[in-house]
């Protein structure tokens, strides 16, 4: 390995006849494509969106140290730092396909380009909040779900205000479209409970006299610095974390959310009148034609995060040679994974193309 | 057999928490005299150790949510506190490091106050 690493700098220049396509330009993407460019890799960036960030744009803060979503693109998106980069944005991959050793990018539904790999970082859809009727989203104008009240924040939060008024309360309900059977989800999405987190602080530090109830099922907190913040929420904040789900939401005749729940703590039912139900809504997998035959079985409505082939050695090589998964396309992940994931996926990449050279 | 023999059910009292009708000055209080109150998990650690059985989760619970809503109090929770030896060791197994002993001679001040309902 060290002596591979070694002969890098003079090697890279016979890299550079290989294509390397990367379907998406959120942060994985973005990531994937400038790693692999200044490895020396000719890069093909796809994007159906004629702009580059996907969901990043619509986001106000990031968890947990509550940097303004632009530090992210601020690097990322920098075209001093991209060598070689072919963008196809505003064009949609509808499949891949393989023919004899080499994958085939299929684009627009007629037009086909070729390459030597395929990073796929297509990411993530939002989980439809609609599919739990209980909580009313798209029946009641004040249930919303956290990218809802993230673009309010990133846009006018103002928009919560009635009328001149200040909102009085506000409840976030963990777990909308994660660990639920019901709804074919069956895993925790791992960023919502942060995200209700830094949502309720947010809130607080809006509106200082509204009052704000997150109801979960455990919280799962699990990255550097998010229990900090889980418990600044209690004691700076005076967030109130009630242990139990909520069972319905109704609107009263003022057009505010009637709550139902079990405090499991207490062994009682609460109820609670609230301006906003904020649902954190869960990550579930994005479109399903991207998927090669056989890779993947899925569940639920019928799509599936896509799956390494050995998860405990790289997280980015999948079963079929040449195609490397970066970021939330093979399961929930925060943002600094899904860079993280993208880069590791670039330099795999690299890996493969040097020693398949090598071998031919 | 009494010929008074009840009839099979009865009503009883709602035993839902309205959090709507939340009365926030003695938490307020509390709270401003022992801040990390607030930071309480729920995780039982203090009821467990206690010695003489005080329920300091129920009153974890209690001040965190409802002591502003009489319910809870006057259901007797923190009322056990009067039984505590202000021993510590609820103070020593806090994960969160929260003021319990603080807390329980606080409580008992309002429970003197009759600011809780004994």
Redesign the interface.
Known sequence: MSERLKHNPDNQSSTTSHRVAVIGAGPAGAAAAQTASMLGLAVDWYEKETFAGGKLNRYYQLFPGREEAEVVYRDLFDPNHYREVNKQFGRFVTGIEKQAGRLRILVDESQAKDADAVIVANGFDFFDARLKEEFGYGIYPRVITSPDLEYHFKTDISRLRRGEEDPEAVAFVHCVGSRDQQVGVPYCSRVCCITGIKQAIEIREQFPRCRV?NFYIDIRAYGNGYEELY?QA??EY?I?F??GRVSEASEDQYGRIRVKAE?T??G??????VDWLVLLVGMVPACPELMLNGQSDSHGNGRSFLKADNPHASQAVASCPGLFLAGACSGPMSIPESVASGRSAAVQVFEYLKNRNSSL | MSTQEKFGFGMNEGRMLDLDLVDERLNDKLTQKVPSWRSCLRCGACVATCPVGIGMLGMATAAGINCRNRQVTASGNPVTVKNCLLCGKCQLVCPRGIQTRLMAIELMKEIQNHAIAV
């Open positions: 109830y418990r209690q004691e005076a109130r009630i242990r405090d703590l207490l009682k039912p609460v109820k609670l009148t």
